[in-house]
Nanobody, 118 residues
């Protein structure tokens, strides 16, 4: 079955940076578009970013555009999210997710917690 394992979360001050990673296995990673979604405490999931299967096209939510960068290394079966200029409202559990051929989320990881606070 599909396995996705996020890492890299932690506590950072406003204005700081973090780089999240998602290790993918048990599927052909390079054949699928990937996403990052996040969920703040007490709130529903929020889409953050997508990248196409080859890494050539990216999409971002307005709330993170210009601050976050999604990328992937298909040779390493790894998805990344570089987060700069972090704000307290970025505090959430961040999940990587696989998109199926119908462009709907069909697998996700366990998440990694990002806390932005002084």
């Amino acid at each position: 079955e599909v396995q996705l394992v996020e890492s890299g979360g932690g506590l950072v001050q406003p204005g700081g940076s973090l780089r999240l990673s998602c290790a993918a296995s048990r599927f052909t990673f390079g054949s699928y578009d990937m996403s990052w979604v996040r969920q703040a405490p007490g709130k529903g999931p929020e889409w953050v970013s997508d990248v196409t299967n080859g890494g050539g096209t990216t999409y971002y939510a307005d709330s993170v555009k210009g601050r976050f960068t999604i990328s992937r290394d298909n040779a390493k079966n790894t998805l990344y999210l570089q987060m700069n200029s972090l704000k307290p409202e970025d505090t959430a559990v961040y999940y990587c997710a696989k998109l199926g051929l119908d462009d709907a989320l069909d697998a996700w990881g366990q998440g990694t917690l990002v806390t932005v606070s002084s």
